[in-house]
């Protein structure tokens, strides 16, 4: 369901009326109103200028989530993922959802395939949900999995991608799990991937601003386009024809066209927003890196390479990744040097014996 359909409006609004609520009722240091009220403005600006309330809904979560533990914050958005996910298909099976088929042409093969569409939206929400499973079912374990656990999730995700026809989503998935996979049994590449963690944000952002202005004027870039369906060029076009401004223009008239959050983020939402956005998980990151968590810098680097091929990264009802900024800005709020908790610290130590 979207904005379109009236149950969504209704349990959205019922959403933020909670969020709203338990806002009231907890205290906040001086540091901490200063820093909600800023995030709650912004969202409202970005509100008023782009007409979505993304951004004013992920605001209000991050800071009505305020000493609620990460654990439990995740925990409760993989079992509404879960059930959402079966819903739809006992929505479909039923018959309540409508399903359509359309023709899709594959840049990267130069064929057509089949796509559908559920409810008259794209199956591709449907396969990031799924990803999400994944990609928290790992969290919630933190980073102790069986193969049997590997297996099952590689299966299904290549059922999904039958599905939905979403390779992108289907590379995504086996990608998230080779990750995890190699994380959880080779020391050095855990090791690895917490020391040089910090520079997988400023690689992305070189990697798609580098070939939008790179685009046309190289035949890697161009094979690189063709494989991310079109992708590049897009972004391209996005960063020649608009330039940068401190709130953004907007959903512009072929937003459809965004698939890419980092290009999406600084178009439509603008420097500010990007800024405080991909600023504030840098920031995150390194303090996950001093606690050598690597279960939740794994899970914020999945997202955060899937933000190159989708434009959700600002949404937390997407990206759950988002929901690890509450301790941080909590930390921020107080205006003092604290220690993150870990919560995986018993589990996370034993990679720098190792």
């Known amino acids: 369901m979207g904005a379109g359909d009236s149950a969504y409006v209704?349990?959205?609004?019922?959403?933020?009326?909670?969020?709203?609520?338990?806002?009231?009722?907890?205290?906040?240091?001086?540091?901490?109103?200063?820093?909600?009220?800023?995030?709650?403005?912004?969202?409202?600006?970005?509100?008023?200028?782009?007409?979505?309330?993304?951004?004013?809904?992920?605001?209000?979560?991050?800071?009505?989530?305020?000493?609620?533990?990460?654990?439990?914050l995740i925990g409760t958005f993989l079992a509404a993922k879960i059930i959402g996910l079966c819903l739809v298909v006992a929505l479909v099976i039923t018959g309540v959802f409508g399903v359509e088929t359309y023709q899709y042409f594959k840049m990267a093969t130069g064929t057509y395939i089949q796509r559908v569409f559920v409810n008259g939206s794209s199956t591709t929400i449907m396969h990031l949900s799924f990803l999400a499973i994944i990609f928290l079912s790992f969290y919630m374990k933190k980073g102790r999995c069986g193969l049997v656990y590997y297996f099952g999730f590689f299966f299904l995700d290549l059922i999904c991608a039958n599905i939905t026809g979403s390779y992108m989503g289907f590379l995504l998935g086996i990608g998230g799990l080779a990750l995890f996979w190699i994380c959880q049994h080779v020391n050095k590449f855990r090791g690895l991937l917490v020391k040089y963690s910090t520079a997988v944000l400023p690689l992305l952002l070189l990697l798609t601003f580098g070939t939008a202005f790179m685009f046309?004027?190289?035949?890697?870039?161009?094979?690189?386009?063709?494989?991310?369906?079109?992708?590049?060029?897009?972004?391209?076009?996005?960063?020649?024809?608009?330039?940068?401004?401190l709130f953004g223009h907007g959903m512009l008239s072929d937003e459809g066209n965004f698939d890419n959050s980092f290009v999406f983020v600084l178009?439509?939402?603008?420097?500010?927003?990007?800024?405080?956005?991909?600023?504030?998980?840098?920031?995150?990151?390194?303090?996950?890196?001093?606690?050598?968590?690597?279960?939740?810098?794994?899970?914020?680097?999945?997202?955060?390479i899937a933000a190159l091929s989708e434009s959700f990264y600002p949404a937390a009802a997407v990206n759950p990744s988002l929901l690890l900024l509450v301790p941080l800005f909590e930390l921020v709020g107080q205006g003092e040097e604290k220690t993150l908790t870990n919560p995986h610290a018993a589990h996370s130590k034993s990679w720098g014996r190792d």
């Open 10 to 72: 209704v349990v959205v609004v019922i959403g933020a009326i909670f969020a709203l609520s338990r806002i009231m009722s907890i205290r906040f240091s001086p540091q901490f109103l200063l820093l909600a009220i800023a995030l709650t403005c912004l969202g409202v600006i970005e509100f008023y200028i782009s007409r979505r309330t993304t951004l004013l809904l992920t605001a209000l979560l991050l800071v009505s989530a305020k000493e609620i533990q990460p654990r439990l």
């Open 216 to 245: 046309g004027h190289s035949s890697a870039v161009d094979a690189i386009d063709r494989l991310f369906q079109g992708r590049v060029y897009y972004n391209h076009y996005f960063m020649s024809n608009y330039s940068v401004s």
């Open 267 to 304: 178009v439509a939402y603008g420097a500010v927003t990007f800024c405080v956005l991909f600023g504030s998980i840098q920031l995150l990151i390194f303090r996950l890196k001093e606690q050598a968590d690597w279960v939740s810098i794994a899970l914020v680097v999945v997202y955060l």
